[in-house]
């Protein structure tokens, strides 16, 4: 991948990772009710699907994903349900004091995991990043050695933004109201995401045939 290619990778990859979503929203929502350490967490755990779905991506195993609308149709149901649920629960507790014990580690690393895996948008931008700027007569692996080091940097940059962003929002948010209304809109996001997301899995019948 010479320089140009490269630039225009990270662009990409920029847009990619800072266009607000599931991940973003749950940054910020960890920056908000946890401490920093267990907050970053979240972004581990993002990082740890980013490799996966690059390693995925390399192999060609999204692509194949892509090309089964029925699993991708049953995968993007289960996410919807899983963001809906996210929602309706983080918008009932909104108005309930922050848990003095915080949320075990392993707890908010694997949620996080899940919002970062559920949603099959991820498999569709991860192919479309292979298709654009993966050139097919040079070796995978070595391409790979440029793009996932700056893939997954421009990814810890921009979701442990997204997490300070919460954490600077919470330590301000010092009235109760003021904080309930943060966490509620936050809450609404999850809803909106995940009927959007079922908003685009209708399926069509002859995709099944």
Known sequence: MNFEAWTIFSLFWVVFVTTPGPNA??????????????????VLAILTQATLFLLLSALGVTALIAAAPLW?????????GFLIFIGLR?????????PAVERPARHI?????????INPKSVAGYLAAFSQFVQPDVPIWQQMGVIMP?????????????TLLGFVMGRAALKAV??????RGLALCFIVYGVLL??????QLEDFR
């Open 25 to 42: 929203v749950n940054c910020i929502s960890n920056g908000m009710m946890l401490s920093l350490p267990k907050a970053m967490l979240g």
């Open 72 to 80: 991708f149709f049953v995968a993007k149901i289960i996410g919807t």
């Open 90 to 98: 983080g918008w009932r507790n909104a108005t309930k004091p922050t």
């Open 109 to 117: 690393y694997f949620h996080a995991l899940t919002v970062a895996t």
């Open 150 to 162: 700056t893939a997954l940097g421009l990814t810890a940059l921009s979701y442990t933004g997204f």
């Open 178 to 183: 003021f904080n309930t209304w943060i966490r």
């Open 198 to 203: 079922g908003a685009s899995s209708a399926p």
